[in-house]
């Protein structure tokens, strides 16, 4: 499991933390999503995971930051959630 949290107009939040039921399930909806397209990734130097924070003033303007051992790990990270579409 890759690392995601969620940090909403300053506040890191759970997706069971909002108060729309909506916006649980599209945060859950993220979060699934980038654990599945990030599932095989993993820094061949180091072993270890990416983690990823998924930052934003509303849940309608987020961005991801990623976080990890090394830079090769957090381009590799890009790459993979660029590609989503
Ligand atoms: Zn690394």
Request: glycine fraction near 6%; hydrophobic fraction near 35%.
């Amino acid at each position: 499991m890759v690392d995601i949290s969620f940090e909403i107009n300053g506040k890191i939040v759970q997706p069971d933390d909002m108060t729309d039921a909506l916006d649980i399930l599209f945060l859950k909806h993220i979060r699934e999503k980038t654990n599945s397209s990030l599932a095989s990734i993993c820094c061949p130097a180091h072993g270890k995971k990416p983690s990823i924070i998924v930052r934003g003033q509303t849940i309608d303007t987020l961005n991801f930051e990623v976080s990890g051992c090394c830079d090769d790990l957090i381009n590799k990270v890009n790459k993979q959630l660029n590609k989503r579409g």
